[in-house]
């Protein structure tokens, strides 16, 4: 079985601070691949990361970066310098190679930043 | 723009009703998959087809069933529709699966009144 959780239901920041949004996932599963998806007001789902269990290497995408710990089964997702168009609402998202394709989501981070 | 195309975008109807909800994967893709996200479920997995053959099946209720035609795209049948069956309805698509990643589409809200 694997889970995520999305501990922060809501963040509010002013523009051009920096936030964090965490996530924590449980499998017993040493294959995985863990995924990040931005759900803006309009309501689509956009892919923004994807990262394999083996792959610990911290990545940087603009203002976006991400901090994967299998140690604290963590995979952390950190917007620096937020902007008004960051407003949405953020999901962590897990797929074991064991169990299918099928991605398990946590409940999701609302993000408004605030002019 | 995901590549992957959903229609309608939104659908009223009333309880008892059945509808279809299909959806176009991205160029090259050969799986789809459906979620629906409620307030109350979150996102949840419903089914996965794989070049026209069910591939994993989540929480799916009975009364929802799915196809994948031979141009690859698929519907998402639901009938005998009761209020909390009101949702937004995603599909998504990746290249074969086996943990590619999915692009989704813009959803289909469905209103059950």
């Known amino acids: 079985a694997q889970k995520v959780t999305q501990a922060q239901t809501e963040i509010s920041v002013v523009e051009k601070e920096d936030v964090t949004l965490d996530c924590v996932y449980e499998?017993?599963?040493?294959?995985?691949?863990l995924f990040w998806y931005k759900q803006p007001p309009s309501g689509e789902l956009v892919f923004l990361i994807r990262r394999n269990s083996f792959d610990e290497q911290n990545e940087i995408s603009g203002r976006y970066s991400w901090n994967f710990q299998k140690s604290t089964s963590s995979f952390n997702f950190t917007i620096t310098a937020s902007q008004v168009v960051d407003s949405a609402v953020y999901f962590c998202a897990l797929t074991l190679k064991s169990s299918g394709d099928k991605l398990t989501f946590g409940t999701g981070t609302r993000l408004a930043v605030r002019p | 723009d995901s590549g992957v195309t959903q229609t309608p975008k939104h659908l009223i109807t009333a309880t008892g009703q059945r509808v279809t909800l299909r959806c176009s994967p991205r160029?090259?893709?050969?799986?789809v998959y459906w979620y629906q996200q409620s307030l109350d479920q979150g996102l949840q997995f419903l089914i996965q087809?794989?070049?026209?053959?069910?591939?994993a099946k989540g929480n799916i209720l009975e009364r929802f069933s799915a196809q994948q035609f031979p141009d690859l795209h698929s519907e998402l049948n639901l009938s005998s529709l009761e209020l909390g069956d009101s949702a937004l309805y995603f599909c998504?698509?990746?290249?074969?699966?086996?943990?590619?990643?999915?692009?989704f589409g813009p959803g289909t809200r469905l209103t059950v009144l």
């Open positions: 499998t017993r599963d040493t294959t995985y691949y």
């Open positions: 998504a698509s990746s290249v074969q699966g086996t943990t590619d990643t999915q692009y």
């Open positions: 087809y794989y070049n026209g053959e069910e591939r």
């Open positions: 160029s090259g893709d050969l799986s």
